[in-house]
């Protein structure tokens, strides 16, 4: 072999081998309803793993849904975050565990003081092994003895899941003060205290 070819043959076994080695990790993605979307966004967010988060709507049909749509309450979508993240640095059952700590297990009509069917919390799985481990997680959360009331959280067939509009998108950094009222007044803040007291 003549040595031009041998170096290219070379430099291109080189370049696979390295584009191999650091190609970017392969990515998951989870969808949870949990009341208002604003309010379950921030503890994603700060989780070690979770490379994006994205609030928006998952449950329903009709083809681009709006936030006015979902405001009519005459449809089946629900405020929901898709999270996107490295397995190998977290597990779906560990941003189940985060995503408990957002929401009232036990609330059938909505979260907090957000009442309606889009603000009713569920797990959306996208596959088999994900409903599995769903059911898992809720069935642990029910013998914990937190709760007096049932468990009452749905697991649900994903549906695609569409984007909010830009200005609900970290609400809680666009508006930091008007969120932090919003999140007091709900009393989620405090439910979220006095279940979970070995919340670091």
């Known amino acids: 072999m003549k040595p031009i070819l041998l170096g290219a043959v070379l430099f291109s076994v080189t370049?696979?081998?390295?584009?191999?080695?650091?190609?970017?990790?392969?990515?998951?993605?989870?969808?949870?309803?949990?009341?208002?979307?604003?309010?379950?966004?921030p503890a994603f967010d700060k989780a070690n793993g979770v490379i994006k988060t994205v609030v928006g709507y998952c449950g329903g049909r009709e083809p681009s849904p709006t936030y006015e749509l979902l405001s009519s309450e005459k449809t089946r979508y629900r405020e929901s975050i898709e999270i996107t993240y490295d397995p190998a640095k977290i597990s779906y059952e560990q941003l189940l565990d985060i995503y408990w700590r957002q929401i009232d297990p036990t609330q059938v009509d909505g979260q907090?003081?957000?009442?309606?069917?889009?603000?009713?919390?569920?797990?959306?799985?996208?596959n088999n092994d994900e409903r599995k481990i769903a059911e898992a997680s809720r069935e642990k959360l029910a013998r914990s003895g937190k709760f007096n009331k049932p468990i009452v959280t749905e697991i649900l067939p994903a549906t695609k899941?569409?984007?909010?509009?830009?200005?609900?998108?970290?609400?809680?950094?666009?508006?930091?003060?008007?969120?932090?009222?919003?999140?007091?007044g709900s009393g989620r803040i405090s439910f979220e205290n006095k279940t979970w007291s070995d919340k670091n």
């Open 15 to 41: 370049n696979l081998a390295l584009a191999q080695k650091f190609s970017p990790t392969q990515t998951r993605t989870a969808i949870f309803a949990g009341g208002c979307f604003w309010c379950i966004q």
């Open 112 to 126: 907090f003081t957000d009442i309606g069917p889009s603000y009713r919390a569920a797990i959306f799985y996208g």
């Open 161 to 184: 899941f569409y984007p909010a509009e830009a200005y609900h998108q970290k609400y809680y950094q666009q508006n930091p003060e008007q969120f932090e009222a919003f999140e007091r």
